[in-house]
């Protein structure tokens, strides 16, 4: 029976080396920055981060350092989606190579400074993983932005979270297309993950949308802290939709808007669009249906932000990301 017993154990200790030797170690992550105020008139992250910088218990973990971070002050302060430009959008080489002039945009300066803070971008000195927080006017509730299809920590953590969260729905939106460049934020981080959470007006602030953005963070850095103090995460597979094209309002020949989102595709983010389906509404009355040969998912339907963006929604396909087992590297339970 004793030499049945070891056997057992024995059978045991390998299988556990065995299992923890063929899981993909990845360097523990240190350093987390958590954005608000991306856009100036998206409140929810913009009043997190001020609340997490005056009282920072709630968001500090140990083993790492977890920084929050206003990204666009000047925007902020006019509560307005930007100063010059979209700052989401020009995290590129050529802004942040761009020479510091005395007429140069104010987000790219804001940008070449929280590159010089958190990155630089694509460099071991970069951040490990910052959070940006958006608001939409859309119908899109809590939902997490992935850059990279092959990131497998990425994929692990938004595993966990909807887990979290369940059985609250926590859709994943894939940004990651051959042609359409995003250039955001928070790609200045080894792993950038954007959260979105709507509906919500701009300028205006929601406790529900706020809770719901605070949680999401919360079940995030949880997973950071686990993974960093050695915990183990089999292979995982999440849904995710993964963005196709940018759809515009139907426009004249002086490129001004003739149709609005139908009422009943309003409100529907990731809900199936089938071909036949009404799409847009002209003011005389017309029904404009979808014409296309697959179903797809609306989302960022009719938000305010992408009317300058010539946008009227974003059409994406459900597909499947695979992540394999991950555990750190170096584990390290000690408090910072």
């Not at 005395?102 to 790219?108: G, K």
């Not at 992935?146 to 994943?172: G, W």
């Not at 959470?197 to 300028?203: I, K, L, N, R, T």
Request: proline share 7%; glycine share 6%.
């Amino acid at each position: 029976m004793l030499n049945e017993q070891l056997s057992e154990l024995l059978k045991s200790m390998t299988s556990s080396s065995s299992s923890s030797s063929s899981a993909l170690a990845e360097p523990p992550v240190r350093r987390v920055g958590i954005f608000g105020g991306t856009h100036g008139n998206e409140l929810s992250g913009v009043l997190l981060v001020r609340h997490w910088q005056e009282n920072g218990a709630e968001i500090q973990r140990p083993g790492m350092e977890v920084k929050p971070f206003l990204t666009n002050p000047r925007a902020v302060e006019k509560c307005t989606r930007y100063i010059d430009c979209d700052l989401n959008r020009v995290f590129n080489p050529d802004s942040l190579g761009r020479p510091v002039v005395e007429d140069i945009p104010y987000e790219v300066r804001r940008a070449q400074e929280i590159n010089h803070i958190f990155g630089p971008k694509g460099s071991d000195d970069a951040y490990d993983l910052i959070f940006d927080l958006h608001n939409t006017t859309s119908n899109m509730g809590g939902t997490l932005i992935l850059e990279n299809s092959r990131d497998d920590f990425t994929i692990q953590m938004v595993h966990y979270i909807k887990k979290a969260l369940a059985p609250e729905l926590c859709p994943a939106l894939l940004i990651e297309h051959p042609s359409l460049k995003y250039a955001t934020t928070r790609s200045v981080a080894k792993h950038p993950v954007g959260v979105e959470v709507g509906p919500q007006p701009q300028g205006v602030a929601r406790a529900d949308v706020l809770d719901k953005m605070r949680k999401i963070v919360k079940h995030g850095l949880d997973f950071v802290q686990l993974f960093n103090e050695g915990k183990e995460f089999p292979p995982c597979t999440i849904e995710v939709f993964k963005i196709m094209e940018k759809v515009d309002y139907p426009r004249n020949k002086n490129d001004e808007i003739i149709a609005i989102i139908h009422p009943k595709l309003q409100d529907q983010d990731w809900q199936p669009l089938n071909n036949g389906d009404p799409l847009f509404l002209t003011l005389d009355g017309k029904v404009i249906p979808y014409q296309g040969n697959c179903t797809v998912y609306p989302t960022f339907i009719n938000e305010a932000a992408y009317y300058e963006k010539k946008q009227a929604f974003v059409k994406t396909e459900k597909i499947k990301l695979n992540a394999k087992h991950l555990r750190s590297s170096v584990s390290n339970q000690s408090t910072s």
